[in-house]
């Protein structure tokens, strides 16, 4: 499900000259608006192509490979893709239901960001954790072939994913309040945030499926981005705010993820998959 790509981007100052000396700003800048508009919606299609043609690939794999295990594993990551992306993607149909529903929280809208962020989080782990309990569907048990740490999702939410996904949805937050990101751009920033993360977790492997992680990773957080109140006060994010804002979740979440491997050192549910 492609996300909703129309701009938000709101003023955020008085205009430096009155009359038609602020008409000939606003439409100055507008080109350039319209300009960014395009790239984003480019982005998002581009990574909606590369999602699909992944998901073929793991169709194609789940038919042809001769080995069950792997063929479990793609149909898993097949699995992921049909649930999450394309019948939980169509959730986007629901963002002015979304910021209806959210209006009244207006006055403490970063709790409710990274409340709703952190619900999403957990829909998709739904879906994971869902998949690799699956596995006999495949011809294999569970914990030979698997797409999560556990079988387990209360052991997968709270030592392995949506803990160290909490802090990165309050950093947004404190993104938002300074800067008027629009949901696409979200959507995109995070998307390539959560992609950077499964490579330093799991390999550089990751990167060829760029398109279908920042679709996994986008879903979690542009519904909430739609629910945020236009008017805060935040000003237009150029190309450093992008930056900050593909780098400083990620920072954000290594604390938490050192304090859970402490506390929790990692005791993988299932053997290694060979």
């Known amino acids: 499900m492609i996300p909703d790509l129309e701009a ?27 300009r960014a508009s395009r790239f984003v919606r480019a982005l998002v299609w581009l990574f909606g192509v590369w999602a699909v043609v992944i998901a073929i690939f793991f169709l194609a794999t789940t038919l042809t490979a001769p080995d069950p295990v792997t063929r479990a594993i793609a149909g898993m990551a097949l699995g992921l893709f049909l649930f999450w992306i394309v019948l939980g993607g169509a ?23 990274v409340l709703f962020a ?5 829909l998709e782990e739904a879906v994971t954790t869902t ?13 030979k072939a698997y797409i999560t740490a556990s079988a387990n999702y209360l052991e997968v939410v709270l030592y392995h994913s949506v803990v160290v996904f909490v802090p990165m949805y309050i950093a947004w ?17 995070y998307g390539c945030a959560g992609a950077l993360a499964e490579t330093g977790t799991f390999g550089a492997q990751n990167l ?11 879903l979690m957080i542009y519904l909430p981005a739609c629910a ?6 935040a000003r237009k994010p150029g190309v450093w705010a992008c930056l900050l804002a ?16 402490t506390i929790n050192p990692p005791q993988h549910a299932f053997a290694p998959i060979r």
């Open 208 to 218: 060829v499926g760029l398109g279908f992680w920042v679709y996994v990773y986008g």
């Open 8 to 34: 938000r981007m709101q003023p955020n100052s008085r205009p430096l000259v009155d009359g038609d000396g602020a008409a000939g700003v606003e439409a100055a800048a507008a080109p350039a608006r319209q």
């Open 246 to 261: 593909l780098i400083l979740p990620i920072l954000a979440a290594i604390p938490v993820a050192l304090i859970i491997l």
């Open 91 to 113: 959730l986007t149909l629901l963002r002015k239901r979304a910021r209806n529903v959210l209006r009244r929280f207006d006055a403490h809208w970063r709790i409710a960001f």
């Open 118 to 122: 952190t619900i999403m989080a957990l």
């Open 173 to 189: 937050a404190w993104l938002l309040r300074r800067y008027t990101f629009s949901p696409a751009v979200v959507f995109v920033l």
């Open 131 to 143: 998949m690799t309990n699956a596995a006999p569907l495949w011809g294999v048990p569970v914990g």
């Open 228 to 233: 945020i109140p236009p008017a805060r006060g």
